[in-house]
T-cell receptor, first 114, second 114 residues
Framework: QKEVEQDPGPLSVPEGAIVSLNCTYSNSAFQYFMWYRQYSRKGPELLMYTYSSGNKEDGRFTAQVDKSSKYISLFIRDSQPSDSATYLCAMSGYSGAGSYQLTFGKGTKLSVIP | KAGVTQTPRYLIKTRGQQVTLSCSPISGHRSVSWYQQTPGQGLQFLFEYFSETQRNKGNFPGRFSGRQFSNSRSEMNVSTLELGDSALYLC?????????????FGSGTQLSVL
């Protein structure tokens, strides 16, 4: 079982829709949870950064963490064509290999259709 | 403030050759991490350097190595290239004080091995 599981999509939604992206994880050592957005031919850009269970909101984006279920989500409200990108979840802590690192999901490719 | 700079952006090599990639972190950042990104495996952690010392290492063979200079700039070297080394190589920087700090990524070097 991979440490972080993320549905790769692709996910296609109409403009204005609410988007829900999810990741599950198996490693209880993960402490911090992040969402990155990656546009084509660019590096990942940090979108949300959370520590505790609960919700964190930033504009149209809401990150949700449920440590008891080992499940994190990113919600995008009123989605825009400019939100079209690959979204990667990431978690920091000691990995199964024993090193302290950021472990990423494989990413979900999102397309928002005008 | 300039972001993380990676050079070159694109590189084409043949099997058996070696390659060196360069990364200049954000000014003031002392930690540099390297990641390999492929469609099949996603983003995988290679290693992290802080103050010219390797502080964390992922699960890659010894053909992958790196170093960091006193000005925090970092290089990554891959020897005896294999076809499977074709990937986007990303560098990320952070202050390096706290292992859970936010990472800032460069745009990457796209390596193609023929």
């Amino acid at each position: 079982q991979k440490e972080v599981e993320q549905d790769p999509g692709p996910l296609s939604v109409p403009e204005g829709a609410i988007v829900s992206l999810n990741c599950t994880y198996s490693n209880s050592a993960f402490q911090y949870f992040m969402w990155y957005r990656q546009y084509s031919r660019k590096g990942p850009e940090l979108l949300m950064y959370t520590y505790s269970s609960g919700n964190k909101e930033d504009g149209r984006f809401t990150a949700q963490v449920d440590k008891s279920s080992k499940y994190i989500s990113l919600f995008i409200r009123d989605s825009q064509p400019s939100d079209s990108a690959t979204y990667l979840c990431a978690m920091s802590g000691y990995s199964g290999a024993g090193s302290y690192q950021l472990t990423f999901g494989k990413g979900t490719k999102l397309s928002v259709i005008p | 403030k300039a972001g993380v700079t990676q050079t070159p952006r694109y590189l084409i090599k043949t099997r058996g050759q070696q390659v060196t990639l360069s990364c200049s972190p954000i000014s003031g950042h002392r930690s540099v991490s390297w990641y390999q990104q492929t469609p099949g495996q996603g983003l995988q952690f290679l290693f992290e350097y802080f103050s010219e010392t390797q502080r964390n290492k992922g699960n890659f063979p010894g053909r992958f190595s790196g170093r960091q200079f006193s000005n925090s700039r970092s290089e990554m070297n891959v020897s005896t290239l294999e076809l499977g080394d074709s990937a986007l190589y990303l560098c990320a920087s952070s202050l390096g004080v706290d292992l859970n700090e936010k990472l800032f990524f460069g745009s990457g070097t796209q390596l193609s091995v023929l």
